[in-house]
């Protein structure tokens, strides 16, 4: 079974930046696929960014903002975000695809305010 553990949030300015940092542990030789997502206050789960074999895809709202990458060798995906906006603030959440399995963190509090 795979172990996710999110990092990296925090109270930032807009216009500034974060990295999120996602450390898998378990099995992680069974991951496909690495994403990120985030909820807001009031608001559902959405889609930030995912990552396979290489691939990236953003949702619209974060496109020329925001980098996914992943090392697997050191087990870790990251969320490199740039021209952060107050609309941004949310709980970020890591996933990864083991197997079935969809796999989540508990999530990291990101908050854009001056």
């Known amino acids: 079974q795979v172990q996710l553990v999110e990092s990296g949030g925090g109270l930032v300015q807009p216009g500034g930046s974060l990295r999120l940092s996602c450390a898998a542990s378990?099995?992680?030789?069974?991951?496909?696929?690495m994403g990120w997502y985030r909820q807001a206050p009031g608001k559902g789960r959405e889609l930030v960014a995912t990552?396979?074999?290489?691939?990236?895809n953003y949702a619209e709202s974060v496109k020329g903002r925001f980098l996914v990458s992943r090392n697997s060798a050191k087990n870790m995906a990251y969320l490199q975000m740039n021209s952060l906006k107050p609309e941004d603030t949310a709980v970020y959440y890591c996933?990864?695809?083991?197997?079935?399995?969809?796999?989540w963190g508990q999530g990291t509090q990101v908050t854009v305010s001056s």
């Open positions: 378990g099995s992680i030789f069974s991951i496909t696929a």
């Open positions: 996933n990864a695809m083991s197997g079935s399995l969809l796999v």
């Open positions: 990552i396979t074999d290489g691939f990236r």
